[in-house]
């Protein structure tokens, strides 16, 4: 069964740091092209970091020099860094995950999804 489940999130001061984990099971992430998604009420979805298969990484500017996105492929997880947090980072965040092609920032391009981990960013 393949499954990706997030975890990591929390409150957070202004100013502060998360590491969102997003362990696989089921299959191996070798392969696959990550990408970390936020989706905030009354908002939609948008992507925030992807990475693929060999590194590449693609960044929203909007969190570029605070977030930063990695991935342990021996490990089977992806990682997301996030520091100097800000209250609009609040948000549900979702990783996915869709073979290696193209890489993508669109969330219809990605058929497996985790089930979120809510970062709240509040004093």
């Known amino acids: 069964q393949v499954q990706l489940v997030e975890s990591g999130g929390g409150l957070v001061q202004p100013g502060g740091s998360l590491r969102l984990s997003c362990a696989a099971s089921?299959?191996?992430?070798?392969?696959?092209?990550i990408s970390w998604f936020r989706q905030a009420p009354g908002k939609e979805r948008e992507y925030v970091s992807v990475?693929?298969?060999?590194?590449?990484?693609i960044i929203n500017m909007s969190v570029k020099h605070r977030f930063t996105i990695s991935r342990d492929n021996n490990k089977n997880t992806v990682w997301l860094q996030m520091n100097s947090l800000e209250p609009e980072d609040t948000a549900r965040y979702f990783c996915?995950?869709?073979?290696?092609?193209?890489?993508?920032?669109?969330?219809?391009?990605?058929?497996?999804w985790g089930r979120g981990t809510q970062v709240t960013v509040s004093s």
């Open positions: 996915a995950a869709a073979l290696a092609g193209p890489t993508t920032t669109n969330p219809d391009d990605y058929p497996y």
């Open positions: 089921g299959f191996s992430l070798d392969y696959y092209t």
């Open positions: 990475i693929t298969p060999g590194g590449g990484r």
